[in-house]
């Protein structure tokens, strides 16, 4: 019988990303919900991917039989943007821990393998120069200080999955994204100032003209890694040959793809040049610098550097990330500017027949 893997958020960046990859490179069934299939595309038509279009939290007997049916489940579902943190901390905690919560038990009581996403946010403010999954401090601001509730509730669903291990041997792994980046990423046609990943953001605002505004100046430093190196660890972590993976937690990450904020807006502005669409857009695009208490409110503290280390994913997995920032970037505009007429003919075809 063909090995099954269930994604719930199977249309998010990761989910779509990692769909497309097991169907080109692997001969798995892939089951996916998510409320819409737009980043999908063609992959539904696939034969070997079943889709439902459909919320974890009120389709739950759908996700309880899959999760009975599959071999690895991956629950990607999340709100992850720290604008939401700070505005909505409770939706934050009732989607990201309370259902997955549910998810997680229904893998232990069915004896299935979980394939975790934890964040880098887990890490918090630690001061180590490489974040290391097994002896680096996890630190937090005050309790008033809302963005910490995405961090928060990631570290105690790691610290539950972490103890059905260690009590009935449950297999799993915990993996930890660092900025990915890539093709598909987000909707950056309309214009949502604050409320996209940082690299979305930027895109966004060279497209529209708007100023790129620096949180704080932009001297956070972030680690980006592409999504087709995340994707090839992801395939490695699901494949745990000789269980090299299980009980494990693997930080994903490019660190000699460390960069400030500010350092990555000019460099996408300078980029964005090399595109004739995009040329003119990115020459006049400004670059200015704004408190975070006026960006994000009085709610929100920020992490300066996050560099991971990956000395367990390329001893265990034999897997390193290839694909260097500046190609990284060039491959994700060129992305946006060629989808950036297709979505303009679309508009103009809407509006025509309304």
């Known amino acids: 019988m063909s090995y099954r893997v269930l994604i719930l958020g199977a249309n998010g960046f990761i989910g779509s ?72 901390p409770l939706r934050v905690f009732e989607l990201d ?11 232990v009581n069915y004896r299935k393998r979980l394939i975790f996403p934890s964040t880098s946010e887990i890490y918090g403010m630690s001061p180590d120069a490489e974040l290391d999954e097994e002896s680096s401090a996890l630190v937090y601001g005050p309790v008033n200080k809302q963005r ?47 409320s996209s990943r940082v690299f979305t953001q930027f895109l966004s605002n060279i497209m529209h003209r708007h100023p790129i505004r620096l949180v704080d100046g932009g001297e956070q430093k972030r680690s980006f890694t592409y999504i087709d190196d995340a994707v090839e660890c992801l395939l490695r972590i699901i494949d745990n040959k000789n269980g090299v993976a299980s009980r494990e937690i693997f930080n994903i990450g490019n660190p000699a793809n460390c960069m400030s904020v500010k350092d990555l807006a000019h460099l996408m502005v300078e980029t964005a040049q090399e595109f004739p669409q995009w040329s003119e857009r ?21 992490i300066q550097t996050r560099v991971p280390s990956i000395r367990k994913t390329v001893e265990r997995l034999g897997w390193a990330p290839t694909a260097d920032l500046q190609a990284a970037i060039r491959k994700t505009i060129e992305y946006y500017v060629r989808s950036e007429s297709r979505y303009r003919c679309s508009a103009v075809e809407l509006k025509n027949i309304a």
């Open 17 to 88: 990303a990692l769909t497309a990859a097991i169907l080109r490179e692997r001969d798995w069934e892939v089951f996916g919900i998510d409320l819409s299939d737009h980043k999908l595309g063609e992959l539904t038509s696939n034969p070997r991917f079943k889709f439902i279009e459909g919320d974890i939290t009120i389709n739950r007997e759908w996700v309880k039989y899959h999760i009975k049916k599959a071999d690895a489940i991956l629950p990607l579902v999340a709100i992850a943007n720290p604008a939401q943190y700070v505005k909505d």
């Open 97 to 107: 821990f309370e259902a997955n919560l549910e998810v997680i038990r229904d893998c």
């Open 148 to 194: 910490w509730i995405y961090a928060a509730s990631k570290q105690l669903l790691d610290r539950v999955i972490y103890a059905y291990g260690v009590r009935d041997q449950f297999d799993y792994t915990l993996f930890r994204p660092f900025n990915f980046i890539g093709p598909n990423l987000d909707d950056i046609y309309e214009a949502k100032e604050g």
């Open 282 to 302: 990115a020459r006049t695009t400004s670059i200015t610098s704004v408190p975070s208490a006026d960006y994000y409110g009085q709610y929100y503290q920020d």
